[in-house]
C-alpha cells in the first residue's frame, strides 16, 4: 500500500495510480429539448428516466446533454448522494454536472466508487454557498478532486464482485423489509380480530353495524368516541410556573405508540401547539401520518403536560380503557373512515372533527376491555420485537455494505 495524498482515499495498493477527475473527464455542457432527449432524472440509485415526483418546468429546451458512459451528479448539498453513470441519451436539469470520460475507464468500478459516503463528503467539501442547503459543488472545484485510479482489469473485477456482493446485501435487505410489513400485517389483524370479536373464540356475535367492522360479540354495545372521550380538552398550563418543564412532542415521535420525549419551556405554548396531560391519546390529523400510525399514549410526561403539533388531536379517554381505545383507533375500519372524511388540499388532507367525535367502536364491558387491552399490549409487544430485529437486521447490512464498497473501490480489501 502507498498514501494516495488525500484523506477521504488513505492508502491504496502500490500499482494503482491517484489522478484529479479533471485528469480523467471532460466536461459535457451541452444544452438540448427534453422533446429531442427524453427527460432523465438524477437520483441516489443512479440516472433513470424522469420519475413522476420529479420538479418539472415549463422550459423543457433549457436542459443538459447526457450521453451513455457519461457521470451526472447533481451539485447540490441537499441531493447529497444523487449522481451516476448513464444507461441512457437523454437530458437532465441544469443543476447537474455532466461529465465524459477522457479514456478507458470501466463504468462500473467508477460508478461504486462516486456512490461511496467518503466521495459524497468529498464533494461537498470543496463546494461553497451560504448555508449548507444551498452549497454548490462546481466543475471548477470538482475538477480538482483526487481520485484513484486502478488497472483496468482490477476496475473491471472491483465492478463484478461489488455487483454479486450488494446484489445479495440487497436481496437479504429486501426480504427483511418483506418480513416487517407482513408482521405490520399480523400486528394489524390481531388489533382488528381483538376489539372486533373479543377473546371468546365461542361467543354468540351479531352485526355490529359499523362499516368494516363485522360483527362482535352479542353481549357488546357501540358507542361514538364522543361519548367515552373528550376532544381536544382544556389543560389547566396556568397552574404552570414559568421555569416549569413541559415535555414537547414532534409529530414524528408520535409513531405506533413510541414516543421520544422532548423536553420545552412553557413557552412553547404560543397558542399553535395542541396540549395533552397523562394519559391523552395523541393522533395525527393530516394525511399520509393518519393513516401510517402517528398515534401514541401521552405517559410520562413532564409535570403532567405537553406541548405537540397543531396537526394533533387530543383525545382525553373517561368510561373506557385508555389502551382498549388506543388499539380502536388503529383498525383498518377506524382509519379508512377517518381517510374518506379528509378534506384539504394537496398533501395536507385532515380527517374531519366530527369524524374524530362521531365515529362508532365496540365497547364491550370494562373489564372485557381490560383483558383485551392487556392481551393486546402482549402480543403487539412481542410483534415489535420481532419487527426490531428486522429493523438492526438491516442497519447492520446497510451500515456493511457501505464499508465493503469503500474498502473494495480504494483497494483495502483485494478482489480475485
Request: aromatic share 10%; glycine share 8%; with cysteine.
Amino acid at each position: 500500500m502507498k498514501e494516495s495524498g488525500t484523506t477521504w482515499l488513505g492508502c491504496i495498493p502500490k500499482e494503482w495510480d491517484i489522478s484529479k477527475i479533471g485528469s480523467l473527464y471532460t466536461l459535457r455542457n451541452e444544452k438540448v429539448s427534453d422533446k429531442d432527449y427524453p427527460p432523465l432524472s438524477v437520483t441516489m440509485k443512479g440516472i433513470v428516466p424522469q420519475l413522476a415526483t420529479a420538479a418539472k418546468t415549463d422550459d423543457g429546451d433549457n436542459r443538459k446533454l447526457v450521453k451513455v458512459g457519461d457521470f451526472a451528479i447533481n451539485s447540490r448539498s441537499d441531493r447529497r448522494g444523487s449522481c451516476g453513470i448513464s444507461s441512457y441519451d437523454g437530458s437532465v436539469s441544469l443543476i447537474n454536472t455532466i461529465l465524459t470520460p477522457r479514456g478507458k475507464m470501466h463504468p462500473g468500478y467508477y460508478n461504486w466508487l462516486f456512490h461511496t459516503s467518503m466521495f459524497a463528503d468529498e464533494f461537498y467539501k470543496w463546494g461553497h454557498g451560504i448555508v449548507d442547503d444551498l452549497w454548490t459543488t462546481r466543475w471548477q472545484e470538482m475538477k480538482r478532486i483526487l481520485v484513484p485510479v486502478p488497472p483496468y482489469e482490477i476496475q473491471t473485477a472491483i465492478a463484478a464482485y461489488l455487483d454479486e456482493k450488494c446484489s445479495k446485501i440487497d436481496e437479504i435487505i429486501a426480504s427483511a423489509k418483506a418480513s416487517i410489513e407482513d408482521y405490520k400485517q399480523w400486528k394489524a389483524s390481531i388489533i382488528y380480530e381483538a376489539v372486533t370479536k373479543g377473546l371468546d373464540p365461542d361467543a354468540e356475535m351479531k352485526d355490529s353495524g359499523i362499516i368494516g367492522a363485522g360483527g362482535i360479540p352479542a353481549n357488546w354495545n357501540i358507542t361514538r368516541i364522543k361519548y367515552c372521550s373528550k376532544l381536544d380538552d382544556k389543560c389547566e398550563i396556568e397552574r404552570l410556573k414559568p421555569e416549569d418543564i413541559v415535555t414537547f412532542a414532534p409529530m414524528e415521535c408520535i409513531r405506533n405508540d413510541i414516543r421520544i420525549d422532548k423536553s420545552a419551556s412553557k413557552s412553547k405554548d404560543n397558542g399553535t401547539y395542541s396540549s395533552f396531560v397523562d394519559g391523552d391519546i395523541a393522533i395525527a390529523k393530516v394525511t399520509p401520518c393518519f393513516e401510517n400510525g402517528n398515534i401514541c399514549i401521552m405517559n410520562g410526561l413532564s409535570n403532567g403536560y405537553a406541548f405537540g403539533s397543531s396537526e394533533l388531536f387530543s383525545i382525553r379517554p373517561f368510561n373506557v380503557n385508555t389502551r382498549y381505545l388506543f388499539y380502536c383507533m388503529q383498525t383498518p375500519y377506524f382509519i379508512d373512515g377517518g381517510s374518506a372524511t379528509m378534506t384539504g388540499v394537496g398533501g395536507l388532507k385532515r380527517v374531519s372533527s366530527y369524524y374524530m367525535k362521531n365515529a362508532l367502536i365496540p365497547y364491550p364491558p370494562i373489564t372485557e376491555q381490560e383483558k383485551i387491552a392487556k392481551y393486546l399490549d402482549e402480543k403487539i409487544s412481542s410483534i415489535k420485537l420481532l419487527i426490531q430485529e428486522k429493523e438492526k437486521l438491516i442497519i447492520d447490512l446497510e451500515c456493511y455494505k457501505k464499508s465493503l464498497i469503500y474498502e473494495v473501490v480504494t483497494g483495502k480489501r483485494r478482489v480475485s
